[in-house]
Every structure is written in C-alpha cells, then in structure tokens.
C-alpha cells in the first residue's frame, strides 16, 4: 500500500513486552483488558531475532517490559543478547521476584538499568491498589538494587488514592536513595479506563500534589531528579504521544503482536502486524498499521490546519478512540476539539467521587481478563 508521507526515520526504542503474567493485580495497569485471551508467549529464539532485528534497524535502547518481566525465566539470556550487540539495556519491573541472586545474575549479563515500580507510602494502599501484599518487599528490592550500584529509578503512578501521599512518596524515595522519581498520573488506557471513576482525581488534588513537588525540588536540590506528569485531562493540548505514531517506538507484545504505542491494540479496524508473519523491518516501514497514523496526511480539522499539529501530532489515538468512537478525531484532550468537553465534565465529576464501595475497583487478574 502506498503511503503518502515522508519515509520515517529508524525506531529508536524497543519496547520488549516479554510476559502478561504478573503477580501484582493493579487496577491501573496499561495492559490489555483482554490480555488472557491472547496467543501463547514467544520463546527465548524469536525474542533473540527481534531484539538482533531491532538493533540493525538502528534502535539503541529497550525496555523489558510485561506484566512482569522477572516471571521469564529466559531474561539474563536476553538482557546478555541485547547489550551484546550494543542496546542500552533498561527493566521495567515491580520487583517481585528479583533476588540477591537473580540481580547478580543480571548485573553480568549487562543490565544497565533498573526503574522499579512502587505504589504508594503506606503498606494499606500499596496492598489495596495491587491486591497483595508486597510494601515490605518493594522497599528491599529497592535497597538491592541500591546496594548494586544502579542508579536508583522509581516510578510510582499517581491517582485519586495516592494524590494526596506525593510529600510522603517523596520522603520514602529520599530514604531509598532514589536518584530519580518520577510521579507519573495516571493515563486512562488498559484497566485504568475500566476504573477510571475511580481513579480521576479532582484538579485541587492534582494542583495540590504539584505544589508539593515543587516545594521539595527547592528543598532538595539535585539529591534527586523528580518528574511529574500532569495527567492528560487536565491539559488544554495533548502530548506529543509517543513522539509520533510510529516514529520512535516500536513495541512488541508476548504473543508477537507488534504495536506502534502501549494501547494500539484498543483501536478498530488496525490490523497489526505480528512478527511471526512479517520481518521487523517491514513492519516497521511498510505495514498498514505502522503507517496509518503518520505524518498529518490523514488529520481531520481542526488538526489538519493547526500550526501545533506538528508539535503535538494530532495527540493521541487511542484517547481519541475511547472518548469519541473515532481514532482520527482529534484529541479531546485539546480544548479546541468538538468533544473537549467530555474531559471537562469527567474532571469536574471528579470533584465529588462516590464511596469506593459503591463500585469497587476491577482488579488486574487472569479471571476478570476472560470476564469482560
């Protein structure tokens, strides 16, 4: 199929989403809501050809990613691969299962990076939003991988929950030796959408917390870098997602299912390429699914003719889908958008959320997977 936009330029970065198992049960995850229903994991040999794949296309960094990546048995072998043949190599994990032995065992294989994941300061709400019981664990595999010389990375997603926790979450990452911390809100994709009522903070919570971060970058200095982001429904422009529908990230799913963003999956009538089928290469600079969103050939007013098109892309297809049936729309993110205020009356509904036990949260977990 013909494509009317300039040729894009090689992936920089590899997004090897290796598992969907996970032992954390987060009602915020990004994964698929229907993720048990998809196709068996790859092996060890397929995960080795596309990390070589992506590394000759001209990518330089990738994420080991999941679910939970420690759940394979299978990733030193990959990480040794990767930085082999000169990735700069990163894992995206909660935690669970890295041992003493497990992070020497990565360290030699050449692993250069390490963000873990935590979800709040206290053990109540840590263990309420991930469904276990994993605080105490968390706060040790931060320690270790303290202990091994890495620098110190902490993600922690933000919500209506732990809004009000960011000076706590801070002093504990202080404590950890976080070198970074970075306080992402929560976006509403995956399992986060299904508890989206739930999660959305007010813009009192979310202006509180920013505050609050501002306050300690004064107080702290360069002792730790911390990073908020500003959920996209209190924006009046979207991000520049993913820098561009297929023009810096290339993920990959469990079951080979290649994917120009996290959520690629959600939009309709997107046939994506499974690398079971198609060379990397190809799918990169000649599938449907790569190069439907390209460039601005395909934008709609008001983006067509917007002088922010090429800062912003058009923002994001995915939202766009879920808030108005429509991946081409433009961003009701952006305030100049038709359907700009749906993301206004969610916010103000956020105001005065019901009683959690009015409508529970829907818990990451392999049984609600093949429910809905």
């Not at 990959?78 to 669970?96: K, W």
């Not at 046939?271 to 060379?279: E, I, Q």
Request: charged letters at 25%; aromatic letters at 8%.
């Amino acid at each position: 199929m013909a494509h009317d936009h300039p040729r894009p330029s090689a992936p920089l970065w590899l997004l090897a989403e290796l598992t969907y198992r996970c032992p954390l049960h987060c009602a915020f995850c990004y994964n698929p809501v229907d993720f048990a229903r998809h196709g068996a994991e790859l092996d060890t040999e397929s995960w080795i050809e596309i990390i070589s794949a992506a590394r000759e296309l001209g990518a330089a960094q990738i994420g080991f990613s999941g679910g939970e990546p420690l759940q394979r048995d299978d990733l030193e072998a990959l990480v040794e691969h990767a930085r082999a043949i000169g990735f700069y190599t990163n894992l995206i994990t909660s935690g669970i299962g890295l041992s003493a032995a497990r992070i020497e065992r990565l360290k030699r294989a050449g692993l250069d990076h390490i963000q873990l994941s935590l979800q709040d300061s206290t053990r109540e709400l840590n263990d309420f939003v991930t469904s276990t019981r994993t605080f105490e664990l968390k706060r040790a595999v931060a320690r270790l991988i303290k202990s091994h010389d890495y620098p110190m990375v902490l993600n922690c997603v933000l919500h209506r929950f732990n809004l009000p926790h960011v000076g706590q979450i801070i002093e504990m990452a202080l404590d950890l030796g976080a070198d970074y911390l970075e306080l992402a809100n929560t976006q509403y994709y995956g399992w986060a959408m299904l508890n989206r009522e739930q999660l959305m903070p007010s813009a009192e919570q979310v202006a509180e917390a920013e505050d609050t971060v501002k306050r300690y970058r004064k107080l702290i200095g360069e002792r730790c870098r911390i990073l908020f982001v500003v959920p996209d429904y209190f924006e009046q422009r979207p991000k520049a997602c993913m820098n561009g529908w297929g023009s810096v990230f290339l993920g990959v799913a469990p079951d080979g299912t290649a994917l120009p963003c996290h959520a690629a999956r959600s939009l309709p009538g997107l046939a994506l390429p499974n690398v079971r089928d198609m060379s990397l290469r190809q799918i990169w600079y000649e599938s449907d699914a790569f190069n439907a969103y390209r460039g601005d050939g395909w934008m709609r007013e008001p983006c067509r003719d917007c002088d922010e098109r090429h800062a912003d892309h058009g923002g994001c297809r995915c939202q766009a889908f879920m808030l108005t049936g429509d991946p081409a729309a433009a961003d009701p993110v952006c305030a100049k958008s038709a359907h700009h205020g749906q993301v206004v009356q969610t916010v103000q509904l956020a105001r005065h959320p019901k009683a959690v036990d009015e409508r529970p949260l829907i818990f990451r977990s392999k049984e609600n997977s093949l429910k809905l």
